[in-house]
């Protein structure tokens, strides 16, 4: 970033940091040196997100990161906060069904498929001989071999991974939500006093919700959470040991007294969950001021509770019960069900109060018309239920391999596995289409770079190709003699290069050309591609939900997996269940298996674990606002970082800065600029490149980067200016038109800057797409124009 392999932390620790070059390091203080150049500063955070070896397990947190992201999804509206407070509060119920989809999938692999079904089935208890002190045949109905006492011993698996969640949760919170950012009097430059105010009221900044003092703060509401969220997990895990139980003192002839300890239990889980959805229900996030305030007594007690319940429900369940014998499945087994139908209505209210706030403000480019955030929502909840129906699958294959034929997972699990066929087939119809789309855009982008390299008519010997530099900012025809470091020199060539005299054409040479345009025009159509993503999205959420009805339909009328079901159907409609349900059994364990060899890799090879590291950087810019044990938001400790940097430097030196971000840099430098205090605002010029800011952030997240918000920090920063190429997959313009002049949007970059052979590029020019912008000399161009307009001069220290 520094272009010089000699660098010193200026301040920062291991995780993130702020670089300078060694002779920049006490630029301030020796302002003659440095007169009429800029002094670079890299501020380095790619630790927070591709860190150590355990960055690899936050795979398993896919889903709650994913239904965290859909909290943020809701369109732009202004005057409607009870229908947004209503919006977060669907998107945090969905989360918490997540918490529980995912510990009940745990008690259903170790209560269930091992203690309840294996160790209850002799030829399973002897093949898998560390099972045989709980099984009744095998150790002569030993004291641990009674269900109740196999279902407590059992319950340790999904307690401890309550816990992990719980350990993780609160370990992330210290580390990122706890991070405070500053106030905003200690931002403000000692001179501002003497600045003339903005009144709150035309402030712009008071209507972006990224500009509020409390935004990146998060740390009460997430505390909130994972006390509910942990108390939901050992609720969930109490009643799975706890109920099985009871229903067993209910029959006939069974103890009075342990029957009333049933019924006693059974009332306190309805009144702990009852707390858990009002602590959930209660209380949002709270933006408009840094709200230090924790509820101590509410985060400590409820787990505290629910753990003792836990207990309660383990002793209850592990008394003795002579007569009582494991057979089929363990009992209450449509929990998956209710689940299932509590998300779907939850995604279609969400849908509902998501197209409502979007008519209130209809803007044509928000993604999926308002309706991304419900989307996806209803795919967080089908992530979660393929990983919980493939570790079920899968240790159900593993356990029985046996003489003895276990009943296996619940059938609704079977009947969500038996979908995942027809879904890929819609996924595959899908990628047909984008397939086409690419052609067809191809063959139109092949037209269009023919005419911007000149290569449909022929060039005469002397002919150079048409300089593409931007409309603004013309170069100069003398170039300084002093450049900085990035700045083309004055040998170089200006986007599009400077070539020497172009052969004869002859056949060889057009079959190159051929070939060199349409690797361009293909480039540039798989870039375009990232625009249809919001229906990629819109129509396999949609099947989701459609083919997940259908299958909690299937569950609940039949009571039996899909094969049984039509066995008495015709034969094509009996053909079809068989191979879907098998095609579907082997797919969800293939998926589940692949899932675990990706994050191996990634746990032991860092490269990959930088690919992982891609996902993070959108999934987890966003504070934890629906559900806490989602991969910590590395924002949180990020824009305190740049805005504090930022404040004290200029509160102590005066000066004017260019604040330059790529890819998802540019993201955390709008973030930064909106918590600063207008005065320094007003002495930042932006510079982005390559940057998703409107192209993916304002079209699937309005409300926080849509027209308006992105408006208002043109107009109070001192400049800015965006860089985009054509071949970017994920950069673009930020399409901010009419009053905010001058223009944002420069002309895109060429890309490759020569077409073939030049004096500049003796070598073919690569197709850079997303990376190396500043490879191009008209990056250093505009660099130099934003410079200019700041002033060249390195400010000195201020007296204190």
């Given at each position: 970033m520094l272009d010089d392999p000699r660098t010193v932390r200026i301040t920062g620790d291991d995780t993130a940091a702020v670089f300078r070059r060694i002779d920049d390091a006490d630029a301030e203080k020796r302002p003659a040196d440095h007169r009429g150049r800029p002094v670079p500063e890299a501020y380095v955070w790619c630790n927070l997100t591709s860190g150590n070896g355990s960055r690899a397990l936050w795979l398993l947190l896919l889903p709650f990161m994913v239904v965290n992201l859909a909290?943020?999804?809701?369109?732009?509206?202004?005057?409607?906060r009870r229908t947004v407070r209503l919006y977060g509060l669907l998107v945090r119920l969905t989360g918490l069904t997540l918490t529980v989809l995912l510990v009940a999938a745990a008690c259903e692999v170790a209560l269930d498929l091992t203690a309840w079904q294996c160790a209850g089935a002799r030829a399973c208890a002897e093949a898998h001989t560390w099972l045989g002190f709980l099984?009744?045949?095998?150790?002569?109905?030993?004291?641990?071999?009674?269900?109740?006492?196999?279902?407590?011993?059992?319950?340790?698996?999904?307690?401890?991974?309550?816990?992990?969640?719980?350990?993780?949760?609160?370990?992330?919170?210290?580390e990122y939500e706890s991070q405070r950012p500053m106030d905003r009097d200690e931002a403000r430059?000692?001179?501002?006093?003497?600045?003339?105010?903005?009144?709150?009221?035309?402030?712009?900044?008071?209507?972006?919700?990224?500009?509020?003092?409390?935004?990146?703060?998060?740390?009460?509401?997430?505390?909130?959470?994972?006390?509910?969220?942990?108390?939901?997990?050992?609720?969930?895990?109490?009643?799975?040991?706890?109920?099985?139980?009871?229903?067993?003192?209910?029959?006939?002839?069974?103890?009075?007294?342990?029957?009333?300890?049933?019924?006693?239990?059974?009332?306190?889980?309805?009144?702990?969950?009852?707390?858990?959805?009002?602590?959930?229900?209660?209380?949002?996030?709270?933006?408009?001021?840094?709200?230090?305030?924790?509820?101590?007594?509410?985060?400590?007690?409820?787990?505290?509770?629910?753990?003792?319940l836990l207990v309660l429900a383990v002793v209850y369940a592990g008394w003795s019960r002579p007569g009582w014998r494991s057979a089929g499945r363990l009992p209450g087994d449509m929990t998956f069900g209710g689940i299932t139908l509590v998300q779907s209505l939850l995604v279609i209210a969400l849908g509902?109060?998501?197209?409502?706030?979007?008519?209130?403000?209809?803007?044509p480019r928000t993604a999926m018309y308002g309706l991304a955030g419900p989307a996806v929502a209803m795919l967080a909840c089908a992530l979660g239920g393929v990983m919980s129906a493939g570790v079920a699958q899968r240790v159900a294959d593993w356990l029985g391999g046996t003489d003895d034929a276990l009943p296996g997972p619940p059938v609704l699990l079977t009947w969500q596995a038996s979908v995942i066929p027809p879904l890929l087939l819609v996924v595959l119809g899908l990628l047909g289409w984008l397939a086409r789309r690419t052609w067809v855009l191809r063959r139109t982008e092949t037209a269009?770079?023919?005419?911007?390299?000149?290569?449909?008519?022929?060039?005469?010997?002397?002919?150079?190709?048409?300089?593409?530099?931007?409309?603004?900012?013309?170069?100069?025809?003398?170039?300084?003699?002093?450049?900085?470091?990035?700045?083309?020199?004055?040998?170089?060539?200006?986007?599009?290069?400077?070539?020497?005299?172009?052969?004869?054409?002859?056949?060889?040479?057009?079959?190159?050309?051929?070939?060199?345009?349409?690797?361009?025009?293909?480039?540039?159509?798989?870039?375009?591609?990232?625009?249809?993503?919001?229906?990629?999205v819109g129509i396999t959420s949609t099947v989701t939900l459609l083919l997940g009805a259908g299958a909690l339909t299937g569950a609940l009328a039949t009571c039996e997996t899909p094969a049984r079901a039509a066995h008495d159907s015709p034969d094509f409609v009996a053909g079809a269940a068989q191979t879907a349900q098998t095609l579907g059994s082997w797919l969800i364990g293939?998926?589940?298996?692949?899932?675990?060899?990706?994050?191996?890799?990634?746990?032991?090879?860092?490269?990959?674990?930088?690919?992982?590291?891609?996902?993070?950087?959108?999934?987890?810019?966003?504070?934890?606002?629906?559900?806490?044990?989602?991969?910590?938001?590395?924002?949180?400790?990020?824009?305190?970082?740049?805005?504090w940097r930022m404040a004290t430097w200029t509160r102590t030196t005066g000066g004017r800065l260019v604040l330059s971000g790529h890819s998802q840099g540019s993201v955390l430098a709008a973030a930064a600029a909106w918590q600063l205090t207008p005065s320094v605002r007003k002495r930042v010029a932006l510079l982005t490149y390559g940057s998703p800011l409107e192209r993916l952030y304002g079209r699937w997240f309005p409300a926080h980067f849509g027209p308006e918000p992105l408006a208002s920090l043109h107009r109070e920063v001192d400049c800015w200016r965006n860089l985009y190429r054509l071949t970017d997959p994920i950069g673009g313009p930020v399409h901010l038109t009419g009053g905010c002049a001058p223009q944002v949007d420069a002309e895109p970059f060429q890309d490759p800057l020569a077409y073939g052979r030049t004096g500049a590029h003796p070598l073919p020019a690569p197709i850079l797409g997303h990376s190396d912008y500043q490879a191009d000399p008209a990056f250093a161009h505009e660099r130099q124009h934003l410079l200019a307009r700041i002033g060249p001069e390195l400010p000195k220290p201020r007296q204190s």
């Open positions: 909290h943020w999804m809701r369109p732009a509206t202004r005057a409607r099984s009744p045949a095998v150790s002569d109905d030993g004291w641990w071999s009674e269900p109740g006492r196999r279902l407590s011993l059992a319950a340790l698996v999904p307690s401890a991974l309550t816990g992990l969640l719980w350990y993780l949760s609160h370990r992330t919170w210290s430059p000692d001179d501002e006093d003497q600045a003339p105010r903005i009144a709150p009221d035309v402030e712009d900044t008071a209507r972006v919700a990224l500009g509020r003092p409390g935004f990146w703060y998060g740390r009460r509401l997430v505390a909130r959470l994972r006390a509910a969220h942990a108390a939901a997990g050992f609720l969930t895990v109490a009643a799975a040991v706890g109920t099985s139980a009871a229903r067993h003192d209910r029959r006939a002839g069974g103890p009075a007294v342990l029957e009333l300890l049933g019924w006693l239990l059974n009332a306190a889980f309805v009144v702990l969950a009852v707390v858990v959805v009002w602590v959930v229900c209660r209380r949002g996030r709270s933006e408009r001021r840094l709200d230090k305030h924790l509820d101590e007594h509410l985060v400590r007690r409820l787990p505290a509770s629910s753990i003792a509902v109060v998501a197209h409502t706030l979007y008519r209130s403000r209809p803007d269009a770079v023919e005419r911007e390299y000149d290569l449909a008519e022929e060039r005469p010997r002397d002919k150079q190709p048409r300089d593409k530099q931007p409309k603004e900012n013309p170069p100069k025809e003398n170039p300084p003699k002093e450049n900085p470091p990035d700045e083309a020199r004055p040998d170089e060539a200006r986007p599009g290069g400077e070539p020497s005299h172009w052969a004869p054409p002859n056949e060889e040479h057009e079959s190159q050309d051929s070939g060199r345009t349409r690797r361009i025009a293909r480039t540039r159509a798989m870039a375009a591609l990232t625009d249809r993503a919001p229906r990629i293939v998926g589940f298996l692949l899932f675990v060899t990706w994050g191996r890799r990634a746990y032991k090879d860092a490269s990959a674990r930088r690919t992982i590291g891609i996902l993070w950087d959108v999934g987890t810019f966003w504070p934890r606002a629906a559900h806490p044990f989602a991969p910590p938001c590395y924002a949180e400790r990020a824009v305190p970082d740049l805005t």
